[in-house]
């Protein structure tokens, strides 16, 4: 089991940036690949970006590219979305995904890939 808890969500103007974390403990966390998703109200969720566990490969919903960075660091069992020009429409709540894999390469952008997830946190762009 991997248990996920992200944080760094609130309220931002747009243009603004935040800069979600995704802690993780339980089974190795460099064992998995990961991935940030969210979910606007009354949609389904969504991918927003993907890491390889070894951290090499990354992969982005065209809707961010160029404005959102996801990284990790193994050595602290997290995971980071840094979101910048922030627009309207990435208010939503923001997801982390776990997926244990033995490829150091793969990354994975459909939800029903991904075994763990966690709680969520929201993020709110103003005008």
């Known amino acids: 089991q991997v248990q996920l808890v992200e944080s760094g969500g609130g309220l931002v103007q747009v243009g603004g940036s935040l800069r979600l974390s995704c802690a993780a403990s339980g089974r190795t966390f460099s064992g998995s690949a990961m991935g940030w998703f969210r979910q606007h109200p009354g949609k389904e969720r969504e991918f927003v970006a993907a890491i390889s566990r070894a951290g090499g490969r990354t992969y982005y919903a065209n809707s961010v590219k160029g404005r959102f960075a996801i990284s990790r660091d193994n050595a602290q069992s997290t995971v980071y979305l840094q979101m910048n020009s922030l627009e309207p429409e990435d208010t939503a709540v923001y997801y982390c995904?776990?997926?244990?894999?033995?490829?150091?390469?793969?990354?994975?952008?459909?939800?029903?890939?991904?075994?763990?997830w966690g709680q969520g946190t929201q993020v709110t762009v103003s005008l």
């Open positions: 995904a776990a997926r244990e894999t033995y490829n150091d390469a793969t990354y994975y952008d459909a939800t029903s890939t991904y075994d763990y």
